[in-house]
């Protein structure tokens, strides 16, 4: 039934270029971590790889879940629950005293 | 009549096809069945839970004394508040939104009526798990600390009914570490996690099960603001469900990590922080209080517009103030947490967040209030319910704001002063417009009306049995007598409002003794209702009464809010409501087709996996509190065993045996898995 | 009037159903989720709490971790979500062989990432002497890690279930291509939830100051 309905998915090859690029993604963070452990990057650390796990989150599920194909209501909910979860465990971390979240 | 009675085929066993009789109930996927059960299971834990309260009243009655032993008066504040929020007021929300929401959409089934009975037998099953405690539970004394603020010895102290004492004894909200492995040793604070995890559970599957119904399953014409307040008040109760389970779920599992196999998150001997578990659960706790609450709202707001001869005042008003009180509740947690030692801006935030709770409150009570105003108001009995809940709910909402005021909770933290607001609200409000709920909609149950009078007497004694028993309680707080407390001193002066309170307690338990007559004796005996015994607005009462099986033989096509009402009246040119000169002929019309499918209706087959597969769950959780023994593990096994072998059989069996091929094949109609249109804003028709 | 409301045949410009014209079982797979947020919010903030709280007995999370291998093991993980797309791709075309390979190839890639948190688990307990009773901060992380490795485990008994039915003669129905949709549904969720894991929880190796 989908894929009539959404003839714009994408083909498997461009499921494998999307496979590639994850995977370099990947090997950056990877990299990311040794070279914040030769230089002590402080927060940029921090801020460099949650952005790239956004990134591989955002491909993942835009694509992969075909979320961006799909009719707005499941955008809807499902960024409700993810924006839900970020704001209340911020609050509830604020209140506990963990602020910020410190580079290794 | 109905397709549901031909031969079944089946996969592996012989599928179930009895429509009546014991095995007919076991079976069922029929949501009007569940939800029958669900309210007469539900009913049975409130008796169970109003003993627990009578027991705690009678040992209260007196100053220092010795009818319960302290151990057995922790244990029964403990289950008396789980078993009411838990095991009453929860699953009579769902016993509603079960039977009603598929007939106030227009519907046939929910979205998955599969999955429905999965969860009714799963919440059955917790409820009995969580109440096995009293037979296998145990409690011993603080292990490995000094036995400062320790457990009381076993048997809890002098005193008669200690065999009570080994059971959940750490308060409905469970605060860590009291209840964590050092404090509560035994088996009892076990039963009590594993088993609202498993409560928890039931709900998370109806409350998606809910959403989707709502979201997809509407009839024609029926756009989001078309459905009636229960609907939208469903929807939610639904979605702060969804939300706030996982984390119950999660600071649950933590508990029983902690109490199992020796983590430490909540236990301060290795580091843990026991500030985390109040977090956790009230991130849960206060979206679940609107959980309790939302759907009495949605029933006082069928209820008012009726008796009130109006229609609702503000209707998309109190929708929206629904909506913003169930995204407003999950951002004033940290309320009952305002003694816990958080820093003074928290306290800030969190106290003035709590405030603005009570503009979309007011908002709904005002409204209430203007569908009265005005209007040709009949005193039937769920019409005094609904009038009771806006007055006894309003009264516990203005002492809820008192606590949003820091300084003021911090004197009101863990007195009575607490005990009279939350039973204000839960019961002033949640049970009174159950109540109201449980009159107005008996006829679609069984085609009869409850006895009018003996209502009455059943509303005045509670009414005032339940402000001899609340109201009180404000005054005693206010002197300082603590929550939860087991004696008192004759010299405090605590004891003639605790007799009044006492006294006021077993009126209620009359009152419900009335009501439980009243239920009995209408369903045998109680006037016949007809089609539409209240001239009611909604398109439920479409569908005959006692309501068939396919629930609408003609699904309605709605054309505006209170379509069945424009059905019946017309407006004169000063905008009232005049009844149409062949009023009697539409009803009469409209019931006959409802009585009498044109074409055969697919209704969902019967079915034994889910209860199956339900019943695999407390065996699993039997053995984790038991893990540590052979047979523990073995039950382990077993119950997963058990669950997998019905989700496979489940997997295999299709939700409707394939039908015979017929020239109306087309036209049948089925229930599950439509292929849903797309719902367009077109249309030309006003709203009205 | 009363026609209006019962005709079922009258046009009133409406579709069908009023609905959101996604699947019944798809938005369902959807909105629970939506809530599995909260659930893996939970465990990963109270990971965030304790990882960072200085004066604990024994052993940090941060301390023993073994980035070279955990970066293995979550490449194997994501991958298997490019074998998940493959596999409902080439269900969509009713090509069953390859269905039925790719769903073979994306349990397996599940259970290798399964075996190597078994392994990892082991190396922790045993190597290192970090056990759940450590500190909160262990606890932590195995319930963390191991909720995630639950859903991970569930994910590949699904994903052999429906490999076993279309290895049958008549192949996978078009039903239980919808089921495969879920299933893929699912997998890539615990995929993405593990992107989120593997950052916060390995690559930032937070540790009090």
């Keep these: 039934m989908t894929s009539e309905q959404h003839p714009a998915h994408p083909t498997p090859a461009q499921y494998w270029k999307i496979a590639v690029l994850l995977a370099v993604l990947t090997a950056v963070e990877v990299a990311m971590f040794y070279i914040n452990n030769a230089l002590d990057l402080k927060y940029f650390n921090s801020i460099i790889l949650l952005s790239l796990a956004g990134l591989k989150f955002v491909i993942v599920v835009g694509w992969y879940m075909h979320l961006r194909y799909e009719e707005s209501t499941l955008s809807r909910f499902f960024s409700a629950g993810f924006i839900l979860a970020i704001s209340l465990y911020t609050l509830v971390l604020t209140a506990l005293g963990v602020l910020a979240v410190r580079g290794g | 009549m109905t397709a549901t009675a031909e031969r079944p085929q089946t996969t592996i066993f012989r599928r179930p096809s009895s429509t009546t009789g014991f095995w007919s109930w076991i079976t069922t996927v029929d949501h009007k069945k569940i939800g029958i059960m669900y309210g007469y299971a539900a009913f049975v834990f409130f008796i169970l839970g109003g003993v627990e309260a009578l027991l705690l009243r009678i040992q209260l009655a007196q100053a220092n004394a010795e009818f319960l032993t302290a151990g057995a008066y922790n244990a029964l504040f403990t289950m008396h508040g789980t078993t009411m929020i838990f095991l009453f007021v929860m699953p009579v929300g769902a016993a509603f939104m079960n039977y009603l929401l598929p007939l106030l959409i227009g519907a046939r089934d929910v979205a998955f009526p599969r999955l429905n009975a999965l969860s009714w037998w799963i919440f059955l099953f917790g409820g009995i798990f969580l109440y096995s405690t009293f037979i296998f539970g145990t409690s011993a004394p603080p292990v490995g600390i000094d036995g400062v603020g320790g457990n009381l010895p076993a048997g809890g102290g002098p005193g008669t009914f200690n065999f009570l004492a080994d059971s959940p004894n750490g308060g409905w909200f469970g605060y860590q570490p009291n209840a964590g492995p050092f404090y509560s040793a035994g088996t009892a604070m076990d039963y009590w996690a594993l088993g609202l995890q498993i409560l928890g559970l039931a709900s998370l599957i109806s409350s998606i099960n809910f959403i989707v119904t709502i979201l997809n399953m509407r009839a024609k014409g029926m756009r989001l603001l078309r459905m009636p307040v229960f609907v939208w008040m469903s929807t939610v109760v639904a979605f702060l469900l969804l939300f706030s389970l996982p984390i119950i779920a999660v600071a649950l599992f933590m508990v029983m990590f902690d109490r199992q196999f020796g983590s430490l998150f909540f236990q301060p001997v290795g580091g843990g922080d026991p500030v985390l578990w109040q977090h956790l659960f009230w991130l849960f706790g206060h979206p679940e209080v609107y959980v309790l609450i939302l759907p009495a709202m949605g029933i006082v707001s069928e209820v008012l517009p009726v008796f009130s001869r109006k229609p609702l005042f503000g209707y998309s008003a109190i929708v929206f103030a629904g909506a913003a009180i169930g995204f407003l509740g999950f951002g004033v947690w940290a309320h009952h947490m305002l003694a816990s030692g958080i820093t003074p801006v928290a306290q800030a935030a969190f106290g003035l967040a709590t405030m603005t709770i009570a503009i979309p409150t007011g908002i709904k009570i005002f409204n209430w209030i203007g569908t009265m105003w005005m209007g040709r108001i009949q005193l039937k009995t769920p019409m005094l319910f609904a009038i009771g809940f806006i007055a006894m709910f309003t009264i516990g909402g203005l002492s809820g704001v008192i606590h949003s005021i820091v300084p003021s909770d911090w004197q009101q933290t863990d007195t009575y002063f607490i005990v009279a607001h939350l039973h204000y609200v839960l019961f002033g409000g949640s049970i009174f417009g159950i109540f109201a709920g449980m009159y107005y909609w008996f006829p679609k149950l069984t085609g009869r009306v409850m006895n009018d009078k003996l209502g009455k007497l059943h509303f005045w004694l509670m009414l005032i049995g339940f402000n001899l028993t609340f109201a009180p309680m404000h005054w005693l707080g206010l002197q300082g007598m603590i929550r939860r407390t087991w004696k008192y001193a004759p010299e405090s002066g605590l004891e003639p409002w605790n007799v009044a309170v006492t006294i006021g307690a077993f009126i209620i338990a009359l009152s419900i003794a009335v009501f439980m007559f009243n239920w009995y004796n209408s369903r045998r005996r109680g006037e016949a209702s007809g089609l539409d015994p209240w001239d009611a607005r909604t398109i439920e009462w479409m569908s005959p009464n006692p309501t068939p099986e396919y629930n609408f033989a003609v699904p309605p096509v709605v054309i505006r809010l209170d379509h069945f009402w424009h059905l019946k009246y017309d407006q004169d040119e000063d905008g009232r409501a005049v009844p149409k000169a062949d009023k009697d002929e539409i009803l009469a019309q409209i019931e006959d087709e409802q009585l009498n499918p044109v074409v055969p209706i697919q209704l969902p087959n019967p079915t034994y996996f889910p209860i199956v597969m339900a019943l695999g769950i407390p065996i699993v959780f039997y053995g984790i509190i038991y893990h540590t023994t052979l047979w523990g593990k073995a039950l382990i096994v077993i119950g997963v065993i058990i669950s997998l072998a019905a989700l496979i059989g489940w997997g295999m069996e299709p939700l409707e045996e394939p039908h015979e091929e017929s020239e109306s094949d087309a036209e049948i109609a089925t229930v599950g898995g439509e292929e849903a249109g797309i719902a367009e804003g077109a249309g030309e028709d006003a709203d009205v | ?209």
Aim: no cysteine; hydrophobic share 50%.
């Design chain 3, 1 to 209: 009037m009363s026609d209006l409301a019962h005709d079922a045949a009258v046009d009133l410009g409406h579709p069908e159903q009023e609905s959101t014209g996604v699947e019944n079982r798809k938005l369902g797979m959807w909105v629970f989720l939506s809530s599995e947020f909260l659930f893996f919010g939970a465990l990963i903030s109270t990971y965030l709490l304790y990882s960072n709280r200085a004066g604990f007995q024994g052993t940090y999370p941060a301390e023993v971790y073994d980035i070279p291998f955990t970066s293995v093991s979550s490449f194997v993980l994501l991958m298997s979500s490019l074998t998940m797309v493959l596999a409902h791709n080439a269900l969509s075309g009713n090509d069953q062989n390859g269905a039925r390979t790719w769903l073979f190839a994306t349990a397996a890639l599940g259970a290798i990432f399964l075996a190597g948190q078994v392994f990892e688990f082991t190396e922790f307990i045993v190597e290192a002497g970090m056990t759940l009773s450590s500190n909160p901060a262990a606890s932590a992380f195995y319930v963390l890690t191991g909720f995630h490795g639950a859903h991970v485990a569930i994910g590949v008994i699904m994903l052999l279930s429906l490999w076993g039915m279309s290895r049958r003669k008549e192949g996978l129905s078009e039903r239980q291509g919808m089921n495969l949709e879920l299933v893929g549904l699912y997998w890539h969720f615990v995929d993405i939830i593990w992107i989120i894991i593997f950052t916060v929880v390995y690559l930032l190796s937070i540790r009090p100051a």
